[in-house]
């Protein structure tokens, strides 16, 4: 299955729009796959992004689809 | 030789024109290290317990830090500090640019300004010559206007300047100084404070060098954090777009409150309106980077706005502050609003978070039926609405009808109006700032438990669980060490006179150890603790001896999950802010109940003997 992904506040060009998962994956292995094309930095700041799926909250856990629509969202900080 | 320091302060009573120079002691820079540690200490032996704050008594303090003028990078800042109107409390406030180095190559570490002037004035420094002058004719002026002519009447175009608008000549309580065109110590009500004084400016021009105890250092210091900084995409980011480039991430992750803090970003804001008003898609408009003093990261930017309803011919890129203010607070995703928004509040000299703000509470007001078409003089204020939102904003920097009211902040208005007060969105009267407590519970504790209430640059806990997100931090056990720790490292960042961004995008540590290569002195991480928590504790004491104790803070329910979310990346959250504020004061030697520091943990700080006197009765001095 492809599930598509978004990202906000990542700004890392070459990362990937859409990837293929197993079917049945979940996020974890969502995220790990996705971790395993990021270099170091990217990897840092996915390790610690919010993660939506189809707008709704998410967790390792939560069971993907094809199609779903990732929300990868890195908060900054700043004033 | 005091080194990292000017080594004079000057301070002006404006009601009978005395100026007096006082030495910066040694005493005064080991233990308060400068900004607001030098503020509170020296606030509290000048303003007597209930000064009005809009009266003669109240102090207006601006103050330099040790890394200012010197070439530590991030050490542009200064710091305002006063009583506040809008709190009743201890106020501190602080603000990048140009205005604090120049201060201090003028010749003082800090100006302190009491009394009122029977006309208006302003405060000229040259490298040590100080003046009040007649400001008759600036007065009514706009920020910038009155720049250019203070460059022109003292004949020094590189004179800095940190004035009141006409906001803050009016009095408003959601008005500040605006220094450098467009930087502002925003929060807390300074700009009315300058104007009960009648003093429209202090103006800077110096050219003196600050002696440092080990340059080299200095420089060493600067390399590795140049060289952190080439690989930290943080640094990339806020280099390239500014705080706002972070602006759509935080709408729909829950950072930021959306909806006067009632609503849910991917629910009632969106991703399109989000990105919208994020600094990626702004700065379509911009014409030119710019750096604070000593900055090699350069978060602000020019911009020209040809396009859109409000046309402006040179304007500035907004913070997130101000972006989430006028954003996803109002539900407003339409960026030529926000801008002139901003115009408007760099102008009139207003504080862009308690302007978007108070907007947001008379919206949900007047789309919940409390307040009328007419109460808002004819706007319809609906949410998102962006031509009512400039209108509303114009009218408020005007003084103009409900303006007038609502320039004074939502807990005015409420108060004015009778109704309303379930919608409040403030922290013991002050306005929230644009970082929601749901997704980094530990703000809930700075929010309304600091001696600076509702303030996003003190540290603690929050600070550290903005950057990602986890189950842990629902858990409240516990907290106090961690937050403590993050507190008193961030009071002496700020009193360094360095940027959060030392922190943020920089090389952890390296604030210690800029201000003993500065000094000379031996600023270990335990001697920082123990500073850093000494001035804690005076801002502290401040309040305590106005009678604001913890038990009387407050912050409003809906920022604590009270109720929780019912969906979204927040859904289900709620936070025991009073067990946050119980462990950090129980971590800190402070009495919850009292709110009295405990009197060992003030004799162990040392150098608080005012604050053991006041508390305890008569100590021997040393």
């Not at chain 2, 201060?103 to 100080?130: M, W």
């Not at chain 2, 309106?273 to 408009?285: C, F, P, S, T």
Request: net charge negative; charged share 25%; hydrophobic share 35%.
């Amino acid at each position: 299955m492809i599930v598509n992904i978004k990202y906000f506040g990542l700004l890392n060009e070459k990362m990937p729009i859409s990837i293929e998962l197993p079917d049945d994956s979940n996020l974890k292995v969502f995220k790990k796959i996705l971790i395993g094309k990021a270099d170091k930095h990217t990897a840092e700041v996915l390790n610690r992004a919010t993660f939506l799926v189809n707008k709704s909250k998410a967790d390792n856990e939560t069971v993907l689809k094809h199609n779903d629509l990732i929300m990868i969202l890195s908060v900054l900080g700043g004033g | 030789m005091l080194y990292g320091y000017a080594g004079k302060m000057v301070f002006v009573n404006l009601s009978n024109g005395v100026i007096e120079e006082k030495d910066t002691t040694k005493e005064l820079a080991e233990n308060f290290i400068g900004g607001y540690g030098f503020g509170a200490k020296i606030l509290f032996d000048m303003i007597p317990v209930g000064a009005d704050p809009l009266g003669p008594e109240n102090v207006m303090g601006f103050i330099t830090g040790p890394a200012s003028a010197t070439k530590a990078l991030f050490g542009g800042r200064y710091t305002t500090v006063h009583k506040s109107p809008v709190t009743g409390g201890w106020n501190d406030a602080n603000s990048g640019g140009y205005f604090g180095p120049e201060l201090k190559k003028a010749g003082y570490d800090a100006l302190f300004v009491n009394g009122i002037a029977n006309k208006p004035v302003y405060i000229y420094i040259n490298d040590g010559k100080v003046e009040i002058r007649d400001a008759s004719h600036l007065w009514g002026m706009d920020t910038k206007k009155v720049w250019e002519a203070l460059k022109e009447e003292t004949g020094e175009p590189k004179v800095r300047v940190s004035a009141i608008g006409p906001a803050g000549e009016r009095q408003s309580l959601i008005s500040c100084p605006i220094n450098d065109g467009h930087r502002a110590p925003g929060r807390g009500g300074g700009g009315a404070v300058m104007g009960s004084k009648k003093l429209k400016a202090i103006v800077v021009r110096g050219t003196k060098d600050i002696p440092v105890a080990h340059p080299e250092k200095v420089t060493e210091i600067n390399k590795k954090i140049s060289e952190y900084m080439k690989d930290s995409q943080t640094s990339y980011a806020f280099g390239t777009w500014g705080t706002g480039v972070g602006t759509p991430a935080s709408a729909l992750s829950g950072d930021s409150p959306v909806k006067n803090w009632g609503g849910v970003g991917v629910v009632d804001f969106g991703d399109k309106k989000a990105e919208n008003v994020g600094a990626i898609a702004l700065d379509r408009y911009k014409t030119k980077k710019y750096n604070c003093a000593s900055c090699p990261l350069g978060c602000g930017a020019e911009y020209k706005v040809e396009d859109g309803r409000w046309p402006l011919e040179q304007t500035e890129r907004p913070e997130y502050e101000t972006a989430a203010a006028f954003g996803s607070t109002l539900l407003c995703g339409e960026a030529d609003a926000i801008l002139k928004c901003n115009d408007i509040c760099n102008v009139y000299g207003i504080d862009t978070i308690s302007a978007g703000m108070t907007i947001a509470w008379a919206m949900e007001c007047y789309n919940e039926g409390i307040l009328s078409k007419e109460d808002l003089d004819g706007i319809e204020l609906t949410w998102g609405n962006g031509e009512a939102i400039v209108l509303l904003m114009q009218k408020m920097a005007d003084g103009d009808g409900c303006g007038a009211i609502l320039a004074n902040g939502s807990a005015y208005a409420a108060k004015y109006w009778n109704k309303g007060e379930e919608f409040l969105q403030t922290a013991s009267g002050i306005e929230l700032p644009m970082h929601d407590p749901r997704f980094a519970p530990g703000l809930a504790r700075t929010y309304k438990y600091d001696p600076t209430p509702g303030r996003h640059v003190k540290g603690g806990l929050g600070a550290i669980q903005m950057m990602g997100h986890d189950e842990e931090r629902y858990n409240f056990s516990d907290t106090g060490e961690h937050d403590l720790n993050f507190t008193v490292n961030t009071e002496i960042m700020n009193c360094a006179s360095l940027c959060y961004f030392n922190s943020l995008c920089s090389l952890q540590g390296t604030q210690n150890q800029f201000i003993s290569a500065i000094t000379g002195m031996e600023f270990n991480d335990e001697e920082a603790f123990k500073t850093g928590l000494r001035i804690y504790m005076m801002r502290h004491a401040f309040n305590i001896r106005e009678g604001i104790k913890p038990s009387h803070m407050t912050i409003p329910k809906r920022s604590v999950g009270n109720p929780p979310l019912n969906e979204g990346p927040l859904k289900g959250y709620s936070i025991d802010v009073e067990l946050l504020g119980r462990n950090f004061f129980e971590a800190a030697g402070i009495d919850y109940n009292t709110g009295k520091p405990h009197k060992e943990k003030l004799e162990e700080l040392g150098c608080l003997d005012e604050v053991l006197e006041d508390l305890y009765g008569e100590v021997e001095l040393a």
